[in-house]
């Protein structure tokens, strides 16, 4: 394979990545309804992160100690 067609190839995977990304920051979170033919039809797509985030470690009851300066000044 020549650099012409690896370059190519690559930016094509590129090209699909980024398709791909504006369409799940498209339909990310949204809700669609249709009424076709008298059937109402309701979709929702909803995809969460998968990194747990700070609200999840609160819930759980784990919390980072506060350090003993910052305590002086909170006060």
Do not use: W
Request: glycine content about 10%; some cysteine.
């Amino acid at each position: 394979m020549d650099p012409y067609a690896s370059g190519g190839v690559g930016a094509a995977i590129v090209i699909a990545f980024g398709v791909a990304y504006r369409v799940y920051v498209a339909l990310n979170h949204k809700r669609s309804k249709c009424n076709l033919c008298g059937k109402k039809l309701e979709i929702s797509l909803d995809i969460d992160e998968t990194t747990p985030s700070n609200r999840v470690n609160a819930e759980t009851g784990q919390s980072k100690e506060i350090p003993e300066s910052k305590k002086e000044v909170e006060g």
